[in-house]
């Protein structure tokens, strides 16, 4: 069982930088595949980064809509998966989602809202 818990959330203007975190609970983190996804208001759920197990060497995968503006990382040792936001659009106002993938296993958090002003 792993439990995911997101921070960083917030408001900020169109331009500006967050910075995500979401924290694990539970042993063997290392071998989760770590996602990003978000939700923006009336939409559904999609990709905005993976990045992948110490199988894997950590492989990165983003949308195209965040390429060259998001950067996913990971600290097995803190258990925790970044995602830092650069260049922030209005577009990119969404509540975001982590998510542990391995095997059949998938586990969500609860969300953090990210809100870009114009």
């Known amino acids: 069982q792993v439990q995911l818990v997101e921070s960083g959330g917030g408001l900020v203007q169109a331009g500006g930088s967050l910075r995500l975190s979401c924290a694990a609970s539970?042993?063997?983190?290392?071998?989760?595949?770590m996602g990003w996804y978000r939700q923006p208001p009336g939409k559904q759920r999609e990709l905005v980064a993976t990045?992948?197990?110490?199988?894997?060497?950590?492989?990165?995968n983003y949308a195209d809509s965040v390429k060259g503006r998001f950067a996913v990382s990971r600290d097995n040792a803190k258990k925790t998966v970044y995602l830092q936001m650069n260049s922030l659009k209005p577009e990119d106002t969404a509540v975001y989602y982590c998510?542990?993938?391995?095997?059949?296993?998938?586990?969500w958090g609860q969300g953090t809202q990210v809100t870009v002003s114009s």
């Open positions: 990045i992948g197990n110490i199988g894997d060497g950590g492989s990165t």
């Open positions: 998510n542990a993938q391995w095997s059949t296993r998938t586990y």
């Open positions: 539970g042993t063997l983190f290392s071998i989760y595949t």
